[in-house]
C-alpha cells in the first residue's frame, strides 16, 4: 500500500518544455540519455530508430523541465518515403510546442544542406535555440565546432553525447534559454484563484471563457480541437479576479495521442496541476460517454475541486433532460458531491451561477475540521455502525485527524484494515456531516498493534503502514 499519511504539499510548477531535433543519427537519443542520466532512450547505430515524439522528465541544477526526444528530421521528407515526411512532421510539432529548441549536429561532418534547412526552419520558430556540437569527444576536435557558427543560430557548445565531455555546459545553456520559472506560491491567499476550463473537444470551453471575457479571447471554430494550448485570461467575476485556463480538449489518454494532440493533452495536464479548481464541462445535448467519465475522475484524482458545468443547455428539450438525469446517476455516481450547474456559453444563460458553484467548491477545498468535533462524531458513528468482521477479529478505530487540506485528508489510526466499504461508508457520512461540497476527500489509515505500549507507538512489522 502506498502510504498518504502526508500533508498536501506545492504541486509541481509547470515545467518547460524542450525539444531536441536533428537529422537522423547525430546522436539526439545518446544525449537524451546522457541528460537524463540512464538508458531510457532506444539509441542504435543506424538511422531513424527513433520515431515518435517521447517525453522525458530531466532536471539540471534543481531546475525541471521536460526533454522531447524526435526522430531524424529530414527538410526535404517530400522527396522521401511517407514514414520520413510523417516522422519530420513530428519533429515540427516538436518545435512548435516546445519552449527552447536543443538542435544536435554532427560537428564531425559538418554542416550539411539538410542541417542548414533546418537551421532556416528554427530561425523562422523563433523559439531560443541551443547548437549542440556533437561527437566532440577530445579537446583537439573542438576547432571543428567552430564552423557551426554557420547556421547563424549562435555560439554552437561543443560536447560528446557518448563520453559526456561538456554536458554540463550544454544543460546550462538550456537552462538560460528557458523562460523564468513561475514565482507563484500555492499556498498564498492572495492572487487571482486558478480555474481551468477541462473537457472533450467542442463543448464549448472557448465559448465559455470569451462569454466570461466578454472578448473573443479564445479561437472558436466548429471544428473539434481548435485549442492547442491552454489560453489564461484574467476575469472578474462576482466582485474578485480569478485567473481562468481554457485547455485542449482531451480526446483519449496521453500514450495514445498523436501530432499535436499530444502536446496538448500534455499543456491540459499542467493546466490542471496548476489549478485549484477545475470546471469541466459536458455537452449536455449528447450522451454521456466514457471520456467524460475518465475526465471527471482525473480532476478528482489529482486533488482539484470541482464544479461540473452542462453546457448548451438551451439545446435539451423535457425528453433528454430525463434521460440526462438517469445518465448523470448512473455514470457520474463517482462525483456526485461535485455542485452542477446548467449553462449556455453561447447565449450566457445561467453562466453567473458558476462563481456561486466555484466559491462553495473552494471553501470546501480548504475546510478543516477541529480534531474534537471530528472525533465526538466518529464515536458515535462507529459505536452505532461498527467497522465488519475481518479475519474473525473487528478492528477499531482509536481516534482520527485531518492531516492537512487542499484537499481534505483524513487518517484513522485503526487496529486492523479496514474494508473498502467500510472505508466509503466513512466518506459518505463524512460529506453528510461535514459538507466538502465540491471537493475530494482523501480518507487513508495508519494501522497500529493494540499491544504496544503506553507511548502508543505502532509496533513494527507488517502490520504498521498506511493505507488508502
Same mark, same amino acid.
Given at each position: 500500500m502506498v502510504d498518504q499519511d502526508? #500533508?498536501?504539499? $506545492?504541486?509541481? *510548477?509547470? +515545467?518547460? &518544455?524542450?525539444?531536441?531535433?536533428?537529422? @537522423?543519427?547525430?546522436?539526439?537519443?545518446?544525449l537524451v540519455n546522457r541528460i537524463l542520466g540512464s538508458r531510457q532512450a532506444v539509441v542504435?547505430?543506424?538511422?531513424?530508430?527513433?520515431?515518435?515524439?517521447?517525453?522525458?522528465? #530531466?532536471?539540471? $541544477?534543481?531546475? *525541471?523541465? +521536460?526533454? &522531447?526526444?524526435?526522430?531524424?528530421?529530414? @527538410?526535404?521528407?517530400?522527396?522521401?518515403?511517407?514514414?520520413?515526411?510523417?516522422?519530420?512532421?513530428?519533429?515540427?510539432?516538436?518545435?512548435?510546442?516546445?519552449d527552447a529548441v536543443l538542435f544536435v549536429v554532427?560537428?564531425?561532418?559538418?554542416?550539411?544542406?539538410?542541417?542548414?534547412?533546418?537551421?532556416a526552419v528554427l530561425r523562422?520558430?523563433?523559439?531560443?535555440?541551443?547548437?549542440?556540437?556533437?561527437?566532440?569527444?577530445?579537446?583537439?576536435?573542438?576547432?571543428?565546432?567552430?564552423?557551426?557558427?554557420s547556421l547563424g543560430l549562435g555560439q554552437p557548445v561543443a560536447v560528446s553525447a557518448l563520453h559526456g565531455r561538456g554536458s554540463g555546459d550544454l544543460l546550462d545553456a538550456v537552462l538560460n534559454a528557458l523562460p523564468d520559472a513561475p514565482e507563484e506560491r500555492y499556498d498564498s491567499?492572495?492572487?487571482?484563484?486558478?480555474?481551468?476550463?477541462?473537457?472533450?473537444?467542442?463543448?464549448?470551453?472557448?465559448?465559455?471563457?470569451?462569454?466570461?471575457?466578454?472578448?473573443e479571447r479564445a479561437l472558436v471554430d466548429a471544428a473539434a480541437g481548435t485549442t492547442r494550448d491552454p489560453v489564461d485570461e484574467?476575469?472578474?467575476?462576482?466582485?474578485?479576479?480569478?485567473r481562468f485556463v481554457d485547455t485542449a480538449g482531451i480526446r483519449r489518454r496521453v500514450h495514445q495521442t498523436q501530432g499535436a494532440d499530444y502536446f496538448a493533452a500534455l499543456r491540459t495536464a499542467r493546466a490542471l496541476e496548476r489549478a485549484e479548481v477545475a470546471v469541466v464541462l459536458i455537452d449536455a445535448s449528447e450522451p454521456l460517454t466514457e471520456q467524460d467519465q475518465r475526465i471527471v475522475s482525473t480532476v478528482a484524482e489529482a486533488g482539484r475541486a470541482l464544479v461540473v458545468a452542462y453546457n448548451k443547455w438551451d439545446w435539451v428539450d423535457d425528453d433528454r433532460r430525463q434521460f440526462l438525469e438517469k445518465e448523470i446517476d448512473r455514470q457520474l455516481h463517482m462525483v456526485r458531491w461535485a455542485p452542477r450547474v446548467n449553462i449556455s456559453a453561447k447565449t450566457g444563460?445561467?453562466?453567473?451561477?458558476?462563481?456561486?458553484?466555484?466559491?462553495?467548491?473552494?471553501?470546501?477545498?480548504?475546510a478543516r475540521v477541529p480534531t474534537g468535533r471530528l472525533n465526538a462524531w466518529l464515536s458515535a458513528l462507529v459505536a452505532a455502525t461498527p467497522p465488519p468482521v475481518r479475519g474473525g477479529r473487528q478492528p477499531r478505530i482509536m481516534f482520527a485527524t485531518q492531516a492537512s487540506t487542499r484537499p481534505p485528508h483524513f487518517v484513522l489510526f485503526t487496529s486492523g484494515f479496514l474494508q473498502a466499504g467500510y472505508r466509503?461508508?466513512?466518506?459518505r457520512k463524512l460529506r453528510e456531516e461535514f459538507g466538502f461540497a465540491g471537493s475530494p476527500v482523501r480518507l487513508s489509515m495508519r494501522l497500529r498493534d493494540t499491544r504496544s505500549g503506553p507511548s502508543g507507538r505502532a509496533a513494527r512489522g507488517p502490520g504498521r503502514g498506511c493505507c488508502q
Open positions: 502526508q #500533508a498536501a504539499g $506545492r504541486p509541481d *510548477a509547470p +515545467t518547460p &518544455v524542450v525539444a531536441v531535433v536533428g537529422r @537522423p543519427n547525430v546522436g539526439k537519443s545518446t542504435e547505430d543506424t538511422p531513424g530508430v527513433t520515431r515518435d515524439r517521447v517525453s522525458y522528465d #530531466a532536471t539540471w $541544477r534543481g531546475r *525541471a523541465f +521536460t526533454l &522531447v526526444d524526435t526522430g531524424g528530421w529530414e @527538410p526535404f521528407a517530400e522527396r522521401t518515403p511517407a514514414l520520413a515526411a510523417k516522422v519530420a512532421a513530428q519533429a515540427r510539432l516538436a518545435v512548435d510546442a516546445a554532427d560537428a564531425v561532418v559538418g554542416v550539411t544542406e539538410a542541417d542548414a534547412a533546418v537551421a523562422r520558430s523563433r523559439k531560443p535555440v541551443i547548437v549542440a556540437a556533437n561527437k566532440i569527444d577530445d579537446a583537439p576536435a573542438e576547432p571543428e565546432a567552430h564552423a557551426l557558427w491567499e492572495e492572487g487571482p484563484r486558478r480555474v481551468a476550463l477541462i473537457g472533450r473537444p467542442n463543448v464549448g470551453k472557448s465559448s465559455l471563457l470569451n462569454k466570461l471575457a466578454g472578448a484574467l476575469i472578474e467575476l462576482g466582485g474578485q479576479t480569478w444563460w445561467h453562466v453567473d451561477r458558476l462563481v456561486p458553484a466555484l466559491e462553495l467548491a473552494l471553501e470546501s477545498w480548504q466509503r461508508f466513512l466518506e
